[in-house]
């Protein structure tokens, strides 16, 4: 059965819906955010980032909503609740399934901590969340290319190709000095190798 982690007012309410939609059965092990908003150290002990929503489904331990709702959906749901590939609702149902937290949350969350300070996050130090957060997500990032040579494994995926841009992020507009990470840099160097990558970037980005 599967397990979701809640913290309470945040995301996971989302897995608990879509369970419900689903009539799938599932246990709830609820969560309270600590003083700075942050979720509690009992759930770093499930997940390094310790993150809601998380979900245990027998081995696996499973973080970001978006791909806990594909997931579930894909893996449990029996065709419910997803246009068939072929369908013309398919294209538009995965825009706005990414968009949701690919773009709208990330820049309705960055202003929340970065605007005025007035809102519910007002007393939160808006530099502290946000390096806090950061750095787990870097380090995060490192740990997992330590363990594999690619983000879903042992082969490389689409998922490399979304997430090499993050990690490229941190040298290109952060202009951060990588040497602290040598898993990301074996594995930028990993991916450099691939013609079909150098034909992309010399396209993408000629150099002047
Ligand atoms: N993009 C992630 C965002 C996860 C996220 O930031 N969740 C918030 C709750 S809505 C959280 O865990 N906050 C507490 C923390 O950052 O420690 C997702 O969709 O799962």
New binding site residues.
Partial sequence: MITIYH?SN???ERIIWLMEELGLPYRVEKFH?DAN???PAEMRAIHPL????MIRDGDIVL????AIVEYIINRHGGGKLVPAVSAADYPRYLQWLHFA?GSA?AYLVGRMFLGDGSGMLGQVSSKDFLDE?CERYIDYIESTLGEQPYFAGANFTAADIMMIYVIDFLKRFEQRDLTPYPNMVRYLARIGERPAFQKAMAFANPSP
Avoid: D, V
């Fill in positions: 913290l945040s995301r996971s955010r908003m942050l979720a310790g993150k809601s929503p973080i970001e909503s978006g937290e949350l957060n």
